[in-house]
């Protein structure tokens, strides 16, 4: 018996990256996006994890910094809605 080897779900998406470098050399995540920063939730509003964000351990601080800020400035909801 064969198996396909496409049985297996892969995580192998493209990596989206939500850090920018200002002008003086320094590297941040805008809280302010949110369409970037949604990209990086799951459906329910849970803030994926570093292996599947594709981020550094410095990245994924900061990514979770700017949603957690995002939500707390009500950009950003802290649950989905059920629909």
């Known amino acids: 018996m064969a198996r396909d080897k496409?049985?297996?779900?892969?995580?192998?998406?493209v990596k989206t990256r939500v850090t920018?470098?200002?002008?003086?050399?320094?590297v941040f995540v805008d809280y302010k996006d949110t369409e970037s920063l949604?990209?990086?939730?799951?459906?329910?509003?849970k803030i994926n994890s570093r292996k599947r964000?594709?981020?550094s351990a410095m990245e994924q601080r900061m990514i979770t910094r700017a949603i957690k800020r995002a939500r707390y400035m009500a950009l950003l909801p802290y649950?989905?809605?059920?629909s």
Request: charge should be positive.
């Open 6 to 13: 496409e049985q297996f779900q892969t995580f192998n998406k």
């Open 20 to 26: 920018r470098t200002a002008e003086v050399g320094k």
């Open 38 to 45: 949604k990209k990086l939730m799951s459906g329910n509003g």
């Open 79 to 82: 649950t989905q809605t059920v």
């Open 53 to 55: 964000n594709g981020a």
